[in-house]
């Protein structure tokens, strides 16, 4: 599988010096992912893809609680990605509006409506322009409760915003900015990796009493569709999600990535008959280290996957942790595979991307440390 | 309901004046000049308007009637060619909105700045990119002007310090780009364009009030094409008088889709400029014929009839063709000429953006940082670093 002059392994070696038209090869492949679909509970299902379940989440938030607003740029003709579409119409042009151009506004006014007692549920059209906005996020929406000793606080706001890359998004749409707000103690933030989780994450993290952050992988909004749960319901926040049992490795990922890692493991047991261990960690602030760590202890052996570069992604805080919760189990070091430390690329996304086969390569590396 | 930037325009007039001063001798006995009045222009904080009438000479007039064409034709191409996945990514065309950088382009000198947003491939052009460059940037080549590297919403050349891709963030960039110009005492200016849409963010306002306390020589070009994205200016500003709204910055508001008016408006502006009065706001009216970027059809929040009746009424290349030809200072042949000359330009450079190479691997970790202290990157793993690497000189240092 992995032959000395496989792509991935020249790009392992650092032997980046590629022959003309290789990479535009390599564009032209589709999607780097295959999607895994999440089992649903039993009970009353519809098919919906991911944009849809949270089109629905919004709708039960909107149906259910009188003081719910949604708003963001676009929203009002659906969105740039149909999360919104025909709220206005059924709700009204009061509560689900467009908000002009202005990122930091939005999310200021946003924390002032969450704070006199409005449910809040803004849409920053893509992450990548989260930015502008970040102060707000930071040092408004997470301060809040701490600096007034607990009289005041911003709880009923939620933040989505679509992340990750989607094929062709170059520098500007295709960020993973989770691991900037895993450092704001005060805040929220998960990553659904299908409809249902969408639409259970959302549902919670609206209804959470803190700031939180739903992060979308952009890229499931359509190619995702699953059995979501047609009631209301909610997804534990902080809870991680053993989707694969395995013995051998830990691998862990959360949105797109964990599809990736779903393949890789498959792959692992095929080519070399490693039995992988899946973890979907879904939260990012909080996360669960419990699971995590009993995951570990098990296999001796961990991989961590995210699209966002390596140097303080939050595969280094999963990492650190690791490493002081299960020193005496591990037979290898923790093994991290990773966007680079570049920019998001325009035309090197397919070689950015942590693909799974340089993961499979991490993971033949755990076995043969 | 059309949109305030096409509402507020007048009615097309052919305003030029054949001056007699023809020439005796020369094959079709053209003007070498005309008179032409400008569009009437409306002002905040300005006591005299830019002059209401100018000079179009022969020479200029093939060159805007050109660069208009190009620019048009190229982003037909770029329609084609993503429509083709030869382009992916997000690609926002220009087309409508001709005039306003020609028009401004016209006026400019060799050290003047420019700085825009992400629609941004007419201006590479005008500012010194060949076709071929930006079509091959579009598709990611190497002969691309930012090497394939930065696509559609990042194009350089010399002076003109890009598209960027976040809406808003170009606007102060330009205020400082206009303080260095002056520190450095030249008496270069800097235009700095957004749209409708980036008009309401906060930095702008930001960069009103830093460009005014020190009298920077900053054009703020608010160009209105009546949407951002999906919403109108009506439904996103409070106030869609754009060229008012740095309350304190004097303002012009021009129609945008007369490229001679743009041009008398953008000389009027770096004499004010210049004079160290400080900066100013233009408002160019003008529209955008595709959606907002290839995967909006722009039909949505806005009827095709809207679109049809700008086209028919209110394009600028019709328009100054119109004017130029009734004033007998370009004939219909030469019109068909350049017409030829260009589409054989553009079909040459697409189909070298289909050919073209992308660059190499290696330059994943190429300019990341500007010396490389430490000769390499870390990797994925850290144990196989890449090579850091340089390519050369940023063209906008000395
Ligand atoms: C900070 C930021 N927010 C949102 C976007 C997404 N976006 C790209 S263009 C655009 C509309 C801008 O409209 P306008 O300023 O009128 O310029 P036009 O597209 O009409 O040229 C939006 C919302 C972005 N690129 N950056
Ligand atoms: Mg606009």
């Known amino acids: ?369 | 309901m059309l949109p305030s930037c096409a509402r507020n325009i007048n009615k097309p007039t052919i305003s030029c004046k054949k001056v007699l001063q023809l020439i005796n001798g020369t094959k079709n006995n053209y003007a070498t000049e005309v008179k032409c009045e400008t569009k009437p222009y409306k002002l905040h904080k300005l006591d005299t308007p830019p002059s209401a009438s100018t000079t179009l000479s022969r020479e200029d007039a093939l060159k805007y009637y050109r660069e208009m064409q190009v620019v048009r034709r190229m982003e037909a191409s770029a329609n084609n060619l993503y429509k083709t996945k030869l382009i992916r990514g997000f690609c926002h065309l220009y087309s409508g909105q001709e005039a306003v950088a020609v028009g401004i382009k016209a006026a400019l000198r060799s050290h003047d700045a420019v700085i825009t947003a992400y629609r941004d491939h007419g201006w590479a052009y005008l500012m010194g990119a060949s076709v071929v460059e930006v079509l091959t940037e579009l598709t990611g080549r190497k002969s691309g002007c930012a090497r394939g590297k930065g696509g559609s919403m990042h194009m350089y050349t010399d002076n003109f310090y890009g598209g960027n891709g976040i809406v808003g963030a170009q606007v102060p960039l330009g205020a400082g780009i206009a303080f260095a110009l002056k520190y450095k005492g030249t008496d270069g200016v800097c235009f700095a364009l957004y749209g409708d849409g980036a008009a309401n963010q906060g930095q702008v306002f930001e960069t009103y009030n830093m460009a005014k306390l020190w009298n920077l020589p900053c054009i703020f070009v608010c160009e209105n094409n009546g949407y951002g994205m999906g919403t109108s200016a009506q439904r996103a500003a409070a106030n869609t008088a754009f060229y008012t709204r740095g309350d304190y910055v004097p303002g012009l508001w021009v129609d945008g889709m007369d490229v001679v008016t743009v041009r008398e408006a953008a000389r009027y502006a770096i004499d004010y400029c210049k004079s160290g009065k400080g900066p100013l706001v233009i408002e160019a009216a003008t529209y955008r014929y595709f959606g907002h970027s290839m995967s909006d059809p722009g039909t949505s929040y806005r009827t095709r009839e809207e679109i049809q009746e700008v086209r028919q009424k209110r394009d600028p290349i019709t328009h100054f063709q119109e004017l130029t030809t009734n004033a007998g200072l370009l004939s219909e042949n030469e019109i068909k000429e350049i017409n030829a000359d260009v589409k054989k330009e553009v079909d040459e450079a697409t189909e070298i953006s289909k050919t073209d190479s992308s660059i190499g691997l290696d330059e994943l970790a190429t300019d990341i940082y500007a010396n490389n202290l430490e000769p390499q990157i870390r990797n994925t793993t850290p144990f196989n670093p890449l090579t850091h690497n340089r390519l050369g000189k940023a063209v906008n240092l000395e």
Request: charged residues 20%; contains cysteine.
């Open chain 1, 1 to 369: 599988m992995l032959q000395k002059n496989s792509i991935c392994v020249k790009i392992l070696k650092g032997v980046l010096k590629s022959k003309d038209g290789e990479c535009r090869k390599i564009l032209r492949r589709n999607a780097h992912f295959s999607f895994y679909p999440e089992k649903p509970p039993s009970g009353s299902t519809t098919k919906m893809n991911m944009f849809q379940a949270i089109n629905n989440a919004l709708d039960i938030t909107l149906r259910t609680d009188e003081s719910a607003l949604v708003f963001g740029e676009d929203v009002a003709f659906g969105g740039v990605f149909r999360c919104t579409v025909d709220l206005q119409k059924k709700y009204g042009k009061s509560r689900v509006f467009n908000t002009p151009l202005c990122e930091q506004g939005i999310i200021g006014f946003g924390i002032g409506a969450a704070a006199s007692g409005a449910t809040s549920v803004a849409e920053i059209q893509f992450a990548d322009y989260i930015f502008p906005a970040f102060d707000q996020i930071v040092n408004e929406a997470a301060k809040y409760r701490y600096r007034s000793g607990g009289e005041f606080n911003c709880g009923r706001l939620t933040i989505r915003a679509p992340c990750g890359a989607v094929g062709h998004g170059a520098l500007y749409h295709s960020q993973s900015p989770e691991a900037y707000f895993a450092h704001t103690p005060g805040l929220k933030v998960v990553i659904p990796r299908g409809p249902i989780k969408a639409k259970g994450l959302l549902l919670s993290c609206i209804r959470d009493p803190n700031p939180c952050l739903v992060l979308e992988p952009k890229i499931l909004y359509r190619a995702a569709v699953e059995e979501v749960p047609s009631g209301d319901y909610g997804t534990l926040i902080g809870k991680a999600d053993v989707v694969q049992e395995g013995k051998d490795v830990t691998l862990i990922g959360w949105g797109t990535q964990f599809h990736v890692l779903m393949e890789v493991a498959q792959l692992a047991k095929e080519k070399f008959g490693i039995s992988c261990e899946v973890i979907d960690l879904v939260s990012i602030l909080p996360w669960d280290l419990d699971t995590v760590c009993n995951s570990v202890k098990k296999t001796g052996r961990v991989l961590i996957s995210h699209e966002a570069p390596l140097t303080s992604g939050f595969g280094a805080e999963i990492a650190a942790c690791i490493q002081e919760e299960c020193f005496l189990h591990l037979q290898a070091p923790v093994a991290r595979i990773t966007g680079f430390d570049t920019p998001f690329p325009h035309i090197f996304e397919p070689f950015y991307l942590p693909t799974k086969w340089r993961c499979l390569e991490a993971v033949k590396n755990l076995i043969d440390y």
